[in-house]
Structure formats: structure tokens, C-alpha cells
């Protein structure tokens, strides 16, 4: 019997492949994380993301303007707080001369045109190393005492110039709380990115070492999702779009494309992905041992989150990706 249909026809030469692809991989898609220390001229590589550092402020704008060279306009720093500023209600996420907002302004002086998101939760602030305010007593992560930090934190990212707001703390209520503190007091065009289903995650190991900001005590299960649950992200996505989110995100990516598949179908807000520090990692260990072609990987990786349905990534492989679509 020959065969009437004949897929293969659409995959015979490299130029009929690229008529005919589904799915586009492009700068404007990368969202580029990276880690601020104290300090000056340092770069220190994290040990479980090779290729990945924590700049101190002069060198991160160093390395924004190369980032920016490539084509990438994005970027959402996260902190390495002293453990000595660090205290129960994370008290220094909202001082305007501290690391973060300080390094944050000056970034937006040095850039004007890129976009910058900041991180709103308390886990880089807080001693206990949780995304909210513990009870001391029952050890509870207080949710509603929580909104009143996470709404001042949000504020004074605002006012360091941030574009974009990403809550990653996961406390009910939170986008509603953050884009109401923003609206009255002259921020309504501040943007918030919820990180609308944040899964509690292994994968997020590397990130916590990188700003040592494990949790002391617990796990973070009373907050982030449950990782068997696609219905809930439903939910939460339900709420944030009520709430007022512009973005919705889902964290982490790959072991969630199909979490990033049913969010797409269900909003008409821009849907976005956390390809996160375990994912990296992942990819990367296997390169380096020689066991799979890490560029290739790579680019496989970001097209299927692109593929599952999310308009933007942040992933640490930015910088890494441009480089490789700038050659064609
Ligand atoms: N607010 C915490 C936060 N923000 C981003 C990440 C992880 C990102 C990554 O692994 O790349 C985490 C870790 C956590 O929830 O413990
Ligand atoms: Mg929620």
C-alpha cells in the first residue's frame, strides 16, 4: 500500500521547515533574572548554575548593557540580603537606600528604556527565610499581616522606578492589595506580573542557594501549589485576573507545560513562564558532562515553554539564547 498522506512533504528541505513552523523564539521574549550582592567589582558564579553570577551593583549595570547589546530589555533582579539586615518582618525590603531599591534606581538612570520587574516577597529579607511573616508561637505564615508588607515593599519598588511588579510570594489577596496601595498613591501605571501558579518546588534549590534564602524552619507547602494540582491554577488565575494582574505567570515551566497550555486557553491576559534555577541547572550539568548538547537543549527548552503557550520567559538562559538566535 503507498501511502496517500505524506507529512513529511512539509519537512524536506530547512526552507519549507521554516515556512511552515508553528512557533517563533525571539529576543523580546526573554525576561533575564539576576542576582544582586553588596559590594563593588564583584562576580562571583554560582556554583549550581555555571555561566551565572551574583553582581554587585556596578558590574549587574555592566552586565545590563551587555544583555542590552544582545537585544534583551527585560530584566528582574533579586537581592542577596546580610543576614544582619534581615529580621521577622523583612524590615529592609522597603528602605529606599538599602541594596535593592538603590541598585534599582540607578539601573533605571543608566537605562531609561528597559524594563525592569521587581521581586515582591519577604524570603530575601527575612530571617526566618519565608515568603510572609511567621507566627513565632505556631509557626504559621500569617497571610493577611503579611499584605501590609508585601503592599510597602511593592510601593517602594514603585518608587525606585520599578516597571513591573512580580509578587512571588503567593499570599491570597496580594495583587489586589499591591495594585491598590500602587493607585493611590500615583503609581496606576505600574504594572503587577502575578506569579499566579507558583508550584512549592525542587526546583527552585539553586536559586535559594544562590540568595541563601531557604526557609529556616517548614516548607513553603501552606502557600506555593501543590505541584499534582492543574484545576487550582484555574482558580488562581481566576482570582489574579479579578484582582487586577496584567501578566499572569506560571513557575516553574517545564514539569507545568501543560499548566501554561490550560492558563493560556482560559485568559486573554499575557501568560508567562519561570523556566527556573533547577531547570537551568539541570540542562547545564548534563552539558557539561558531555551527555547532551547544552545549545541545542537549550533552544528546545524555550520553544516548547513558547510552544505550550507562554509570550515570555524569564530564564537564566537570556543572555545564552540571544546569542544564539543573533547568529541565525
Ligand atoms: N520569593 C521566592 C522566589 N522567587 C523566585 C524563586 C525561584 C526562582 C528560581 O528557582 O529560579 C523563589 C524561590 C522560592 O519560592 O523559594
Ligand atoms: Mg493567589
Redesign the pocket.
Known sequence: MIPTHRPRRNRKSEVIRNMVQETTLSVHDFIY?AFLIEGQNQQLEIHSMPGIHRFSADRLIDEIGRCVELGIKSFAP?PSINDGLKDRLAKESANPEGLYLKTVADIKRQFPDIVLMT?V?M?PYSSDGH?GIVDADSGEILNDASLEVLGQMALAQARAGADIIGP??MMDGRVAWIRDILDQNGFSHVSIMSYTA?YASA??G???DALD??PKRGD?KTY?MNYANRREALRELALDEQEGADMVMI??ALSYLDVIHEVRTNTHLPVTA?N???E?AMVKSAAQQGWLDGEKTMMEVLMSIKRAGADAILT?FAKEAAAVLHRG
Do not use: E, I
Request: glycine letters at 4%; proline letters at 12%; aromatic letters at 26%.
Open positions: 533574572p533579586f521581586d516577597a524570603d515568603d512571588s510570594d507558583k526546583f527552585y539553586p536559586f535559594r534564602s531557604a513553603k506555593q513557575k516553574p519561570y527556573v534555577s533547577g537551568y537564566y
